[in-house]
Every structure is written in C-alpha cells, then in structure tokens.
C-alpha cells in the first residue's frame, strides 16, 4: 500500500518521502527525535579520518536530463581529504566516458559513500560541489551520518596499477537494453550501489543527491530482461534511498566486477514494492522492495585500478530465516 506524503516538518532532517515511509512503518517518531543527533551538517573526525584511509568512494551524481548515474573514484589511500569539518577534497580523475565529468560543475548536488569492504565500515556524505578542475575535486558537506555494516561481504583489495597512471582502454560500450554478460553479472551479483536524488522543490536544504550500498546472496538481485527487482531489508530505517524514489522514481545502478574492472552503469525507473507485493512476499527476509526498469547505461572497461578477492559474509544474512 503506498504510503500517504505528509507536509513538510521544518524540524526534522528528513523530506518528505523519507518521513512518508517512516510513518507506514511506525519508525518517525523515534527517528524524528533521534536523527538529529546522527545526521550532521559537517563531518565528525572520525569519519574525516576514515574517508582518508580508503582506496575507492563511490559517487552520486544526476545528468543534465535528470537521471541519476553511481560512479567509483579510485586512488591510494589519502586521495580524499577532509581540510576540515564542512569539507572533502578528493584528488582523482572520472574514468572517461563517465557521466560523473559532466556532472562536476560549481554548485552541484553529489553523493558519497565510503566503504571500507575489509572491515565492513561504511559512512555516507551528501555534499555540493565547489570547485572541479582537473584531478582536484572540492565539496562542500551538507549532511554526514553513518550506516551500520549488514550485508556487505568482505574482501581483500590489492592495487593492480598505479591508480594515477593513464590507461588504454576501448571506449565505454553503450546501450539501452540488457545483453547476456550484463543480465550474467547483475543475476550473480552480491553487491551493487545505487544513487537516487530528490528533484527541486520547496525545501532546497533538504534536496540532493544521495548514494548507497545494497548487498545479499549471490543472485539477490532478479534479473527479467531489462527489469531488475531488488529486496529491501531491515536498515537503519531512514529511508534516504526509498524516499528519494517516492518522490522521484528514477535509480543510478553500478553493478563493479571486482575480478576484471570492470563497471556496468545503469541508469532508469524505479517502481517501489510494498510489503504486501507478491514478488515480496516469498523472498526470505525482504520487507519491502523496489523494481528497476533500463532507460541506457554503459560498460566501461577496467575502470578499476584494484582487485577485490571474496572474504567472509557477516553472521547472519538475509535469508538466514
């Protein structure tokens, strides 16, 4: 049952596609009090000193047709910075043929997610950009907060190159419908992130661009020709991601192959599943989901300058029962 949009709370951090869903689930009221506490307008010193150890973040950005596209910038630890509180200075290059080049202009809404898939540590950051030039990225911090660490399935990274060093590669592959190789990865996947964006509105301090995880099972992720259906399982129950899609139905999807460096980009719409949907119902742990239908997307050949071998899965899963 789709849930009713509520109006506007000044006081709460949350729009109102987030709060909508929080309601249908009974989570607002402790939300409401406790997120202000967790999602901060700068960053705290931890997770500034955590962006700067990692070897990757992956990006959200929106084209200039208004669809989302998530994206990875690689480096060695220390290419993402924090100056200070309100700030992130990354110091890296888009792989061409990424939509996230264009996206880099002076006031834009981006993103962030920093995932440290050893140890399952992750911290997101949605932000606007100040400057772009080059390798040197600035942004400005519009809200900080934490995610806990379900779902994500440890691995051990190693650099194959110089993540700095130019590379030949084939042009991205374009296309609007799914071949053999990309329904083959996305139907074997256990991880992919997924950026979504609230469109202008009334309430300019809570629109942006937001960019998330999903993870489960080797084969999580149901494939039917261009149309991806996806469970959604027990979170942190702020609904940045579904929010953004009640009120914007449109998903970025980046789907990496950790074995060739590869990455498959998709970009298009986005039909939420309530609890009650009988493609719900039967799958072991999902509370509600969402279904992914292709606009276009790109494969861009070894786009990763690391490897990421299989570790370990958390305790207990999904479809643990």
Not at 45 to 66: E, I, K, N, T
Not at 153 to 163: A, C, G, Q, S
Request: glycine content about 10%.
């Amino acid at each position: 049952m789709q849930p009713n949009i509520p109006s506007e709370d000044a006081a709460s951090p949350f729009h109102p596609g987030e709060a909508a869903i929080q309601i249908h689930t009974g989570k607002h009221e402790r939300l409401r009090k406790f997120a202000p506490r967790a999602i901060r307008s700068f960053m705290p010193d931890q997770h500034r000193d955590f962006f700067g150890q990692l070897p990757f973040v992956v990006v959200g950005s929106v084209d200039a047709d208004g669809w989302p596209w998530a994206s990875i910038l690689s480096g060695r630890p220390g290419f993402v910075a924090s100056p200070d509180p309100a700030r992130l200075e990354i110091k890296a290059t888009p792989v061409a043929d990424d939509p996230l080049i264009a996206a880099l202009t002076p006031g834009a809404q981006i993103g962030m997610l920093g995932i440290e898939i050893p140890t399952r540590r992750r911290n997101r950051v949605n932000m606007r950009v100040i400057a772009a030039s080059g390798a040197n990225i600035t942004l400005g911090v519009d809200q900080s907060f934490g995610n806990c660490p379900q779902y994500i399935r440890t691995r051990d990274i190693r650099l194959v190159r110089d993540p700095e060093a130019p590379v030949e590669r084939p042009a991205a592959s374009r296309f609007t419908t799914l071949d053999a190789a990309a329904r083959d990865l996305i139907a074997t996947a256990d991880t992919f992130f997924v950026s979504s964006h609230v469109p202008p509105g009334d309430s300019p301090e809570k629109q942006g661009v937001d960019v998330s995880h999903r993870g489960g099972p080797s084969g999580f992720v149901k494939v039917d020709g261009d149309t991806l259906t996806i469970p959604d399982y027990s979170g942190n129950n702020f609904f940045n991601t579904l929010g953004n899609f009640l009120l914007n139905p449109k998903a970025g999807l980046i789907f990496p192959d950790f074995g060739t460096g590869d990455l498959l980009m998709l970009t298009g719409r986005v039909e939420l599943l309530w609890e009650d949907h009988p493609e719900i119902v039967d799958i072991q742990g999902a509370e509600r989901g969402w279904r992914f239908t292709l606009e276009h997307g790109l494969r861009i050949h070894d786009a990763l300058p690391f490897r990421a071998d299989l570790g370990d899965w958390p305790p207990r899963q999904p479809d643990d029962g």
